[in-house]
């Protein structure tokens, strides 16, 4: 487990892709969409995005990035959680949120926000398992209104 900077464009392309591909109805974006962006584009994304990586050996196997929500001011979020399907369930994904929240609580954090896919209940039971609660706030995809975001908030004192 480790942050990621410009320097993992190319690691970050890799499992986000993978994550596109595994899980499409859990985010915000499309493989389709992201498969085209060009390597300047990645370095872009490396550089700006606040991202950690679970790696095994030199392989990626997984990612989460924390933000700030400019719908949700003064609020700090875990965005892109992803682990490799051979891995979920040996901790890799506690390690990640437990990555964005350190990040998080050193920006001032008192909590930790997310939106999971309603059609994603795995997802949706690990951070119920971790602690996230429901804030009432449901609304839909921006890129498939079909899908609905439900928001999760979490305590972090």
Same mark, same amino acid.
């Given at each position: 487990m480790r942050p990621g900077g410009?320097?993992?464009a190319t690691k970050l392309k890799a499992i986000r892709l993978e994550a596109l591909a595994d899980t499409p109805a859990a985010f915000g974006s499309t493989y389709a969409e992201e498969a085209t962006w060009d390597d300047a584009q990645w370095r872009e994304v490396a550089g700006r995005w606040r991202y950690f990586l679970a790696e095994d050996g030199d392989v990626e196997v997984g990612?989460?990035?924390?933000?700030?929500?400019?719908?949700? $001011?003064?609020?700090?979020w875990l965005f892109a959680m992803y682990v490799t $399907?051979?891995?979920r369930g040996t901790g890799v994904a506690e390690d990640?949120?437990?990555?964005?929240?350190?990040?998080?609580?050193?920006?001032?954090?008192?909590?930790?926000?997310?939106?999971?896919?309603e059609p994603v209940a795995r997802a949706r039971a690990f951070y119920a398992k971790l602690g996230?609660? $429901?804030?009432?706030?449901?609304? $839909?995809?921006?890129?498939d209104r079909a899908v609905r975001l439900i928001n999760l908030v979490r305590d972090l004192d």
């Open positions: 410009v320097d993992d990612m989460a990035s924390g933000g700030h929500n400019v719908e949700y $001011p003064g609020t700090w $399907p051979r891995l990640l949120v437990a990555s964005v929240t350190a990040w998080a609580t050193s920006e001032g954090a008192t909590q930790l926000h997310l939106a999971v896919t996230f609660l $429901p804030t009432g706030d449901v609304a $839909p995809l921006h890129r």
